[in-house]
């Protein structure tokens, strides 16, 4: 497993709590929301992606 993945996802969650802590005092709470969702969507893209290549690997080791 590639730790680069592990760092970058671990930046997003800095960075949203950071952000969702300065939204929510600033009585923005529905961006802080929708702050959260987003960060949730793009880090499941990025672990959908690799699961993807994961099964491609296995597919090719395969020879399916």
């Known amino acids: 497993?590639?730790?680069d993945l592990?760092?970058?996802?671990a930046a997003v969650g800095i960075l949203v709590a950071v952000l969702n802590i300065l939204l929510q005092r600033s009585g923005r709470e529905e961006q802080a929301l929708m702050t959260t969702i987003t960060a949730?969507?793009?880090v499941l893209m990025i672990v959908v992606q690799k699961?993807?290549?994961l099964f491609t690997m296995i597919k090719?080791?395969?020879g399916l």
């Open 1 to 3: 497993m590639d730790v």
């Open 60 to 62: 090719t080791l395969f």
């Open 40 to 42: 949730l969507v793009v």
């Open 6 to 9: 592990i760092f970058k996802i």
């Open 51 to 53: 699961i993807s290549e």
